[in-house]
């Protein structure tokens, strides 16, 4: 059978041909530019079982026309007629046992209109929701809302807690109201095409199997930058700060895929089992393998303490960090893993770079280092940086690159959101892509004891300036040369346009 079809099948099979699927925080940002246009994405492709139904959920009080209009605005499709149809809206309190209850109300109202079985009455429920609510509406949800005659599933979007001891009163509170089967906690980066293609490289291909390690490997780079600041959003940054937005979480999930042993088999439990094992054997991050930074004003752009959002102007806040992470374990001892992520940088890019040693004994003097690069974005590539001779007469050695772009390769597949991919998991059942509740202990044990020191201005955390626009730190070089990363081929460049291939 067809994947699509045969993932098609698996939808309609697990949901009996119906779920109703309710947004909750349905008015605001996260649900019009990410929630909805994924429903819509899984709706158009055929995914939705036939008989489902989406409503909103939100304290905003709308007309349907309203809210139609509002959730169908970052839709990139000029027809979203059919779309509209299984939409509907409720307004109500995310603290009130009577809005809740109004909620159920609508929903079986919903489920006996459409003739839905005993039984088979599923609900999925996506928390489009600041943190601060999390806990009081699953309970909510729990006690007035919860399907009684089907299945249940929650999702949970980050952040999962600031640090260990938050994380574990939030998993505490969300499991004494799902289990931990019905609870699905987004990390969006775990949907992402390349980051969901890191255990096929690894485990399908036997010339990197045999490779991926410290024997080979000298340094892993994990990278995210974005040439934005904060722009109007630091009152909630202030609060969390580049490593708790990106690196604790997002950048943590792409290095546990990179890190972990070998699976017994896909599955969900086995997959989730090894980011667990590996995660375990990190040590909490010492301060003295940490570069922070904030940004400062440059050619007309502000600084991150210039934004109008952000009441502590004394803030030390983070906006850039650089942490190296060390996994001590027969593979990897040794072996500096660097999570880097940063606002207001020259570029957008997220990317995993893999610097592998130095040739033994090698021939060539000033070869450059062999480098595994998996772009995430923009423009998905995996690449493989090697030397070659340069062509005609010369015995230059240059280096060059095995090139698999894939809006080159791959010119007639369109590859999906993240989060209509992942949707589409909760769907399913497989929770492959979602963090489980050891997980999220295990990751808060490495970060933890490095935050609550940035927390509390710890005399040991130094903050170093950098421009907007820029790379980062001015320190970022020496900072990456301790830990052994070669920048000795700065002559390379990568080719700004490539040419597709001709089809025969």
């Known amino acids: 059978m067809d994947p699509i079809q045969e993932m098609r099948r698996q939808v309609c099979e697990e949901l009996h041909g119906s779920v109703t699927i309710v947004v909750l925080g349905a008015s605001g940002d996260l649900a019009k530019k990410k929630t909805y246009p994924a429903l819509f994405g899984l709706f158009k492709n055929g995914f939705l079982p036939e008989n489902t139904r989406i409503v909103g959920y939100a304290r905003t009080k709308m007309t349907q026309e309203d809210y139609l209009k509002r959730v169908t605005q970052y839709i990139k499709s000029d027809d979203t007629t059919e779309f509209q149809k299984i939409l509907s809206y409720v307004s109500g309190q995310y603290d009130q046992d009577e809005s809740f209850q109004q909620l159920d109300k609508f929903i079986l109202d919903s489920e006996e209109e459409r003739h839905i079985q005993v039984g088979k009455r599923h609900r999925v429920f996506y928390m489009a929701l600041p943190p601060s609510v999390f806990i009081t509406v699953a309970q909510g949800l729990k006690k007035n809302t919860y399907a009684k005659q089907g299945l249940n599933r929650i999702v949970v979007e980050k952040p999962f807690g600031h640090d260990s001891e938050s994380s574990a009163h939030l998993a505490k509170e969300l499991g004494a109201c799902f289990t931990e089967e019905e609870t699905f906690r987004i990390d969006h980066y775990l949907g992402k095409e390349m980051v969901k293609n890191v255990m096929m490289v690894r485990f399908a291909n036997i010339f990197f199997s045999q490779i991926w390690n410290r024997s080979n490997i000298d340094n892993i780079q994990i ?112 072996v500096p893993f660097v999570l880097k992520a940063g606002k207001a940088l020259n570029e957008a890019k997220v990317e995993v770079r893999i610097q592998f040693r130095n040739v033994a004994g090698s021939l060539y003097n000033g070869a450059a280092r062999n480098e595994l690069v998996l772009r995430v974005q923009p423009d998905e590539a995996v690449y493989i940086k090697f030397n070659n001779k340069q062509p005609g007469l010369s015995y230059q050695t240059i280096q060059t690159e095995l090139d698999l772009t894939y809006q080159n390769r791959y010119t007639d597949m369109a590859i999906p959101d993240a989060y209509e991919s992942l949707i589409l998991d909760v769907l399913r059942n497989d929770h492959s892509n979602f963090v489980r509740d050891d997980e999220l202990v295990a990751a808060w044990k490495i970060f933890t004891p490095l935050l609550h020191k940035i927390d509390a201005h710890h005399s040991d955390i130094k903050l170093s300036n950098y421009k907007y626009g820029s790379r980062g730190p001015a320190e970022l070089d020496n900072f990456m040369k301790r830990y052994g990363y070669d920048r000795s081929n700065v002559c390379y460049s990568w080719p700004v346009q490539s040419v597709a291939p001709k089809k025969e």
């Open 223 to 334: 990278t995210f930058k974005e040439p934005f600041g904060t722009e109007g959003r630091g009152g909630y940054f202030d609060e969390f700060g580049i490593i708790r937005d990106v690196i604790q979480n997002h950048l943590l999930q792409v290095m546990s895929l990179i890190a972990m042993e070998r699976p017994i088999s896909t599955d969900a439990e086995d997959i989730r089992d090894e980011k667990v094992k590996v995660l375990k054997c990190i040590p909490p991050i010492s301060v003295n393998d940490a570069l922070l930074g904030q940004y400062i004003a440059e050619n007309g752009k502000p600084s991150y303490l210039d934004d109008v959002t952000i009441k502590n102007k004394d803030s030390l806040t983070p906006t850039f960090a650089a942490l190296v992470l060390f996994v001590q374990n027969e593979r990897w001892e040794g």
